[in-house]
Structure formats: structure tokens, C-alpha cells
């Protein structure tokens, strides 16, 4: 009986608006793989009055649909190359995180909006660009931005998305390459904000709540998976692009 007060106070909690938001937000980004927080963060935003707690739900329900693609492209995850990624994002991702606690965040949200749309439209009004050079150097300094972004704006899979489209991987190579990526990144980015930050700013009750729109997260991604592996290789680098511009507007607005 001591149980369903609690159980009460976590329905009551739920939010449908909300649940939708994440349900069509997970849709949308899993067809390219990133952009889950950019999309979830404006419809969010509009939904609720509690800037922080949007924020909380967005990284729970990313971490686990982040988790559920990887599962699901395990197969072709590039075990070699990663390591090179991880190892910049270690250096980037303290630096991201001093942005996001410590600077303002117009800053640097208005300039990367505007080079990911600048970016994102270059490429769909262009032949791909495919660069020869492709020294393992640069995957460090990929990983290393993407480190930064993480921090700072929970977008870890930017730098890195652009590189690998870059490298003229195939549509499975390249999301076997930024969805871990991504998903170390920002459980690494949780378990410090975690540590640090939000036990002092959060209370438990908001915590568990969050826990509840998972499914919602679970489901969309799953369909947009399925969207994903009817993509060809052409498609799936425009849809990147597309991406990368809808997150250019979401942090420019």
C-alpha cells in the first residue's frame, strides 16, 4: 500500500505531450542516427516550463535509444576505428562541459547553427564531396570536436557524422562509426553532469518520471530504424544533410 502514492505522483508526472514529442522526435532521428536532442529540445521547450527537466528527459531517453541502435548495428560497428575517435572525445569533452556550465551558450550555439546549415546546404546543392586525404590523425581531431559539441550542446555526433560523410563510407560504415560514438559520449557526459551537478539540482521524483518516457523512445526508434535500412547510400547522405541543417535551425532559434 506505502507503493501507491508513489505510483500515483509517477502517473501524475507523465506528461502525453511530452511522450508524443519524444515518440516523433526518436522517428525522425533515427533514420540518420543524431539530432534526437535538437528535435526533442524545440518541441520540448514549447511543452514544458522547466528548462532543466527537458533536459534531464532528452539525455535519459537519448542514452537509451542511443543503446538501442548500437544493439541494433552491432554487426557493423568499426571496431579499429573507434578507439582513435573515443580517445579526441576524452580530450574535447571536459572543455565542452567548462562551455556548458561556465560560458554563455550564445556563444557558440549561433556560430555552430550557422556552420552546420551552411554545411548541410553546401553539400545537398553539391556533388558529395569525398576528401582522398584521410590521415588517422584526423579521426582524433574529428572525435575531439565532436568531445566539445558533446559537452556543450549534447550533439556529440556533428564533427564526426560530417567526417565519416566525408571518408565516402557506405550508410552502414558510417552509423557503425558515430552511433557508438555517440552513445559513449553522452553516457561519459551524464555520469559527470551526474556526479557533479545533478544530484544537487534535481529531485528524485523528476528523475524516475523521465524513466517513463523511454518506451515512447524505444518504439520511434525502432520505426525509424526500419526507415533507415530502405535508404540507399545517395538517400541516406541527403538525409544526413537535411539533419544537419534542422539542427543548424534548432540551435540558431
Known amino acids: 500500500m506505502s507503493s501507491m502514492p508513489a505510483l500515483v505522483a509517477l502517473l501524475d508526472a507523465i506528461s502525453l505531450p511530452v511522450m508524443a514529442a519524444i515518440f516523433v522526435s526518436a522517428l525522425i532521428s533515427s533514420v540518420a542516427g543524431f539530432a534526437f536532442s535538437a528535435i526533442a529540445g524545440a518541441l520540448l521547450l514549447h511543452i514544458l516550463d522547466e528548462p532543466v527537466r527537458a533536459v534531464q528527459i532528452m539525455m535519459i531517453c537519448s542514452a537509451g535509444g542511443q543503446a538501442f541502435m548500437v544493439w541494433s548495428l552491432r554487426h557493423e560497428i568499426e571496431w579499429r576505428e573507434l578507439p582513435r575517435f573515443l580517445a579526441g572525445a576524452a580530450a574535447g569533452l571536459p572543455i565542452g562541459l567548462y562551455l556548458l556550465l561556465d560560458a554563455d551558450p550564445r556563444l557558440y550555439e549561433k556560430g555552430l547553427g550557422a556552420f552546420l546549415i551552411v554545411y548541410g546546404l553546401f553539400q545537398l546543392l553539391h556533388r558529395p564531396t569525398h576528401l582522398r586525404t584521410q590521415h588517422p590523425a584526423f579521426d582524433g581531431v574529428a572525435g575531439f570536436l565532436g568531445g566539445i559539441t558533446g559537452g556543450m550542446v549534447a550533439f556529440p555526433g556533428a564533427p564526426v557524422t560530417i567526417w565519416c560523410g566525408l571518408k565516402g563510407w557506405s550508410k552502414e560504415r558510417q552509423r557503425g562509426l558515430y552511433q557508438p560514438f ?14 557533479g551537478v545533478v544530484p544537487s539540482r534535481m529531485p528524485a521524483s523528476v528523475e524516475i518520471a523521465s524513466l517513463a ?16 535500412r530502405r535508404l540507399t547510400d545517395r538517400q541516406f547522405g541527403k538525409v544526413i544533410n537535411f539533419f544537419l541543417i534542422a539542427a543548424g535551425i534548432a540551435l540558431l532559434t
Open 213 to 228: 518516457y523511454l518506451p515512447a523512445m524505444l518504439l520511434g526508434t525502432f520505426l525509424g530504424l526500419g526507415l533507415f
Open 182 to 195: 555517440i552513445l559513449v559520449v553522452q553516457l561519459a557526459a551524464l555520469a559527470v553532469l551526474a556526479w
